[in-house]
């Protein structure tokens, strides 16, 4: 019984739904079952207790004393109370969803003709609704769903004639899905565009053909036209015209938006930016930089409350990257206890690594880098590529080699680094030792020729794909060629 589903489930239950979820079981209407009642009371209360009072036969002779062991019986109770906490589950979601149990009742009223009862709840409904801020997905599926009951009833009991039921069900009906087919046309073409899936979006084509054509008549429909923006700006990349939408749509418009369509429009503009940055616009570090911040101020960058380890790490990088080192500096301590728990110290601890080394104090980097743990593989990846960037400032050779070959191993034997990203980091590997190589060779060597070695690796790096840390190879290849690469790139345009 330690393994099963059913306390696997109750433990994840904070304190306030486990009472409620008690209060649900001990309900008659809900459950008449003694045993299961007694069963949930019995688990409670030896939840994080001693592991052998959840044993199956000790649990059994609690609830049947007196009574020879019944792998069966305990089953059963088992059963019943997994399926009334299945049943909670849907209730609670039932009773958290807005305006659903007025649609219910609209229907309960109709099928039972409670016909005053059913006007009385459409004009309350109405009401409800005219205050409702926006104009979204939910809006439009209970207006539809209200205006079906309303239609029908008005059709079959009053004055068939009288049609604007109908024509509100079915303007609403277009509404709910524009919505929904625009929606979740932006998450599919955004899959499509990072993980080169492919899908089927039918309809979707003639859903922007026609919001295309009649864009004044749906001026007032918000989110249809930001779902719209959304889509435009993953459909035609290259036109900034969409980014520059959604960016006034957050600056200005974004009061209008619920928050899911909120958190989706801060999210997409975001990585508008990124793609354009992946794909060698510089600018767009600047823009995601004020997204982040604006994000921070406004809280849409936050899940359920905290901030993203990733998201942390981010900001650091573009702060470090457009040299805010001050602000940086303040938002590392400012928003360290927005991290979860459990991930604070190493977030923290990686990223002050990481501002030390963009401001060059890089024994403070090192200090910081000390108390990084490898929680998962993108730590370790991360920390091993600024620890190799560190040594290489400090010019700790013996250090750099012996990190470059332990950091190859790693990759090459771990099961969790794809193909493509162990031939990255391979090729970046290489490329880092080349470097090294260069920067040994002996002063006999003159530093004319050193330089000009470094411009070469340069040439051969940007020549090159499937290389991560790109960034980082580059720059240090051009600081350490100086005027020599400017010689050799202009040689080579002369070649060409």
Same mark, same amino acid.
């Given at each position: ?65 007196? =009574? ?38 609209? #229907?309960?009223?109709?099928?039972? !003709? ?89 309809? /979707?084509? #003639?859903?922007?053909?026609?919001? $295309? ?8 429909? !918000? ?26 749509? /957050? ?13 989706? /429009? ?9 793609? $354009? ?12 930089? #004020? ?76 200090? !910081? ?36 070959? =332990? ?16 031939? $990255? ?37 940007? !020549? ?33």
């Amino acid at each position: 019984m330690l393994d099963s589903k059913l306390l696997k489930n109750l433990r994840k239950l904070d304190t306030k739904t486990k009472e409620r979820f008690r209060i649900f079981v001990n309900s008659p209407y809900f459950n008449q079952h003694r045993k299961t009642t007694e069963l949930l009371k019995y688990l409670l209360k030896n939840l994080d207790g001693k592991p052998q009072k959840l044993e199956r036969t000790y649990v059994f002779s609690k609830l049947f004393p007196d =009574t020879p062991y019944t792998e069966q019986t305990l089953f059963n109770t088992m059963s019943s109370l997994k399926k009334l906490f299945h049943r909670f589950l849907a209730q609670e979601r039932y009773e958290s969803t807005s305006f659903q149990q007025d649609i219910y009742l609209l #229907e309960a009223c109709f099928v039972n !003709h409670e016909f005053g009862l059913l006007k009385n709840r459409s004009k309350n409904l109405d009401k409800q609704l005219d205050n409702y801020p926006f104009a979204d997905k939910d809006y439009y599926n209970i207006r539809f769903q209200q205006y079906k009951t309303m239609a029908y009833y008005n059709a079959i009991f009053e004055n068939r004639n009288k049609s604007i039921y109908f024509q509100e069900l079915s303007d609403n009906l277009d509404r709910f899905y524009f919505v929904e087919k625009l929606r979740h046309g932006c998450e599919l073409t955004a899959n499509m565009v990072l993980m080169n899936n492919q899908y089927d979006l039918s309809f /979707l084509n #003639e859903v922007l053909s026609f919001y $295309q054509a009649n864009k004044s008549r749906f001026e007032n429909d !918000h989110a249809i036209r930001l779902y719209y923006t959304i889509l435009m700006s993953l459909r035609e990349d290259e036109n900034p015209e969409h980014y520059n939408q959604m960016k006034m749509m /957050l600056a200005n418009e974004v009061h209008l938006f619920s928050p899911q369509d909120k958190g989706n /429009l801060y999210s997409h503009a975001n990585n508008y930016c990124v793609r $354009q940055i992946n794909k060698g616009n510089p600018a767009y570090q600047k823009e995601l930089f #004020e997204l982040y911040q604006q994000g921070l101020k406004t809280g849409l960058i936050y899940d359920n409350g905290f901030l993203n380890e990733w998201n942390y790490k981010n900001i650091t990088v573009l702060g470090c990257l457009l040299k805010e080192f001050e602000w940086t500096a303040y938002f590392l301590e400012q928003y360290k206890e927005r991290l979860p728990a459990d991930r604070q110290e190493n977030s923290y601890n990686y990223n002050m690594a990481h501002l030390n080394y963009s401001r060059e104090n890089y024994s403070k980097a090192l200090d !910081h880098l000390l108390y990084v743990q490898f929680s998962d593989v993108k730590y370790h990846l991360n920390y091993n590529n600024l620890l190799l960037a560190t040594y290489y400032a400090l010019g700790d050779t013996e250090a750099l080699i012996s990190l470059i070959d =332990t950091f190859r191993i790693y990759v090459m034997r771990n099961k969790k680094i794809t193909t493509d990203q162990k031939k $990255q980091y391979t090729n970046f590997l290489r490329f880092a030792k080349n470097l090294v190589a260069i920067k040994q060779l002996p002063d006999s060597f003159g530093r004319a020729v050193k330089k000009e070695k470094f411009a070469h690796l340069y040439i051969k790096i940007q !020549h090159s794909s499937n290389i991560v840390n790109r960034y980082w190879l580059e720059k240090t290849c051009k600081k350490e060629a100086g005027n020599a690469l400017d010689i050799l790139l202009l040689e080579t345009q002369g070649e060409g």
